[in-house]
C-alpha cells in the first residue's frame, strides 16, 4: 500500500520509517532560500526533542526562514523550534498530543509575531513538522500543518496522531521513487533494514533529475534513530 504522503511548498525529502526496535527517520539536506536559491548543501533537518519524558525526534518539510524583501534574514524558524524544545524540556506533560500542540502554538506564536506586516509567501501551508518518539514507551507518530490564509498564518493544525504507526511514513518526497522502491523494498523487522530502506528512499529522490518533487532535494541523506532511549545520529548532516 501506498505510504501516506502530503506534498509542500518546500521539495524536502522527510520520511519515517517504524520498527519494533524503534524508528529511523530521514532527509535530505539542501536548503533553498525563498528564490530558489542554494543556501547549502549540509542543512540540518532533524532534531532531537529534548523532553525527558518524550524521547524523539522532529523534521520540518516547508519553508524553515522568513526574508525582508531586500533578501536580508528576518526569522530562522529552526533556531526558534531549538528555543521551544528547550523551553518546553523543562515543563511536565501529560502526553505526546500536549507537547506537540504546546510546541507547535509556540513556535507558530513567535513567528506571528516576527512577521508582523508581512506577507507570507506560500499557500496554503508555510510548513509541516513531523514528531516521531515515546511515551511512557509507546511509539507514537504524529503530524502538524501550519496553514496560511491571505497571506497570514493560522493556528497550526494537527493532522495525524498515530500510536504504533504503519513501517513507513512519506511526509514530503517523491511517490514516483517510492512506488519504484515498493516493487523491491520489503517490510523492515530492525532497525538495521529500516535504514537501509531509509537511505535507499533519500538517495533516489536526491538523484531522480525527472520527478517534479525530486528538483529541490539534494544533498546527501541524513538519518537517525529513535528509540525509547531517545535519539541517535546514524548518518549526521554535518559532511563537512
Not at 6 to 30: I, W
Not at 83 to 105: H, I, M, N, T, W
Not at 133 to 139: A, L, N, V
Not at 140 to 157: D, S, T, W
Amino acid at each position: 500500500p501506498k505510504p501516506p504522503r502530503c506534498d509542500t511548498a518546500s521539495m524536502t525529502a522527510l520520511v519515517s520509517a517504524y520498527t519494533p526496535e524503534g524508528f529511523v527517520v530521514g532527509a535530505d539536506s539542501l536548503r533553498l532560500d525563498l528564490h530558489g536559491k542554494v543556501v547549502t548543501e549540509n542543512a540540518v533537518k532533524l532534531y532531537p526533542t529534548q523532553h525527558p519524558s518524550f524521547p524523539g525526534a522532529y523534521g520540518f518539510a516547508g519553508n524553515t526562514a522568513l526574508e525582508y524583501t531586500d533578501g536580508r534574514p528576518m526569522l530562522n524558524v529552526l533556531q526558534v523550534a531549538s528555543d521551544v524544545a528547550d523551553d518546553l524540556a523543562k515543563v511536565p506533560l501529560s502526553g505526546p498530543q500536549e507537547y506537540v500542540e504546546d510546541f507547535c502554538r509556540d513556535l507558530a506564536d513567535r513567528i506571528a509575531i516576527a512577521s508582523i506586516g508581512v506577507v507570507l509567501p506560500i499557500e496554503p501551508e508555510f510548513t509541516r513538522v513531523m514528531f516521531v518518539g515515546y511515551y511512557q514507551h509507546r511509539p507514537v507518530r504524529l503530524q502538524v500543518v501550519f496553514p496560511i490564509v491571505n497571506g497570514r498564518l493560522q493556528a497550526p493544525k494537527l493532522t495525524e496522531l498515530v500510536e504504533a504507526p504503519e513501517t513507513f511514513c512519506m511526509v514530503s518526497g517523491s511517490q514516483v521513487v517510492w512506488d519504484e522502491l515498493s516493487q523491491e523494498a520489503y517490510q523492515p523487522e530492525t532497525l538495521e533494514e529500516a535504514i537501509e530502506l531509509v537511505r535507499a528512499y533519500v538517495t533516489r529522490c536526491i538523484e531522480n533529475t525527472t520527478d517534479p518533487h525530486c528538483l529541490s532535494v539534494g544533498g546527501r541523506p541524513q538519518i537517525a534513530t529513535v528509540t525509547p532511549d531517545g535519539f541517535d545520529w546514524v548518518a549526521r548532516p554535518n559532511f563537512g
